[in-house]
């Protein structure tokens, strides 16, 4: 036990497993003082390969990883060729045309929405399927086509079936019209189906700059 107390560890959200995360945050509370950069490396040293301890903060004694979080930005990333070093980290659509303008007509449609239970996994135990979405965009970048989506939160399952969706607008096999319809139904059962775990990725948490300490 490296800090010699019992740790309970509060992450920031929960996804799918296969989802990755370039940025995550946790919190813990400790009755004693620590020395933060002796305590990153000795994490660093004992944690797996495809974890890494960035920096360890100090915050309010309320601050919250999940509760206080004030948006999420999330990344879906699609590889267009068999690409041997980001075959756990994409999905392979090789050979599929998509209409990516199209794609991001639908994507801007989201903001004039809360109401988002159409994209929810179907047995779930929120009270509230309002999310508030402040940015969607499909971009390029390097030999990849990425989603990129803002909200305030998500519901389980919601960037995945997003982009199954969205897929099904870039195939012309759902127009604009009916991608709204879909959104207005909030049927699970109208929307496409939720794409695979593996290239979503969790890229950005913002918080309350109030809740830091700054020592």
């Not at 509370?29 to 004992?46: M, T, V």
């Not at 999905?91 to 994507?107: G, H, Q």
């Amino acid at each position: 036990m490296l800090l010699k107390d019992k740790i309970d560890v509060v992450g920031c959200g929960r996804t799918d497993t296969g989802v990755h995360a370039s940025q995550f945050f946790l919190h813990f509370d400790i009755g004693h003082p620590i020395d933060k950069e002796k305590l990153k490396f000795r994490l660093n040293s004992f944690l797996p390969g495809d974890i890494v301890i960035f920096q360890i903060i100090k915050v309010d004694d309320e601050a919250h990883a999940r509760f206080h979080a004030i948006s999420r930005s999330y990344q879906y990333r699609i590889s267009r060729e068999k690409n041997v070093f980001a075959g756990d980290t994409s999905l392979l659509l090789p050979n599929v045309n998509l209409d990516v303008d199209e794609m991001n007509k639908a994507a801007e449609l989201l903001l004039n929405y809360r109401d988002f239970k159409c994209f929810s996994r179907s047995k779930t135990d929120v009270k509230t399927y309002d999310c508030n979405i402040t940015e969607a965009y499909w971009k390029q970048e390097d030999d990849f086509l990425v989603f990129c989506v803002t909200a305030n939160r998500f519901l389980r399952n919601m960037v995945r079936a997003l982009v199954g969706t969205l897929l099904e607008v870039g195939k012309h096999k759902m127009s604009l019209a009916e991608f709204e319809g879909v959104i207005e139904s909030r049927d699970r059962t109208r929307a496409g189906a939720s794409v695979k775990a593996r290239g979503l990725f969790l890229t950005k948490v913002d918080y309350p700059k109030e809740i830091f300490i700054l020592s």
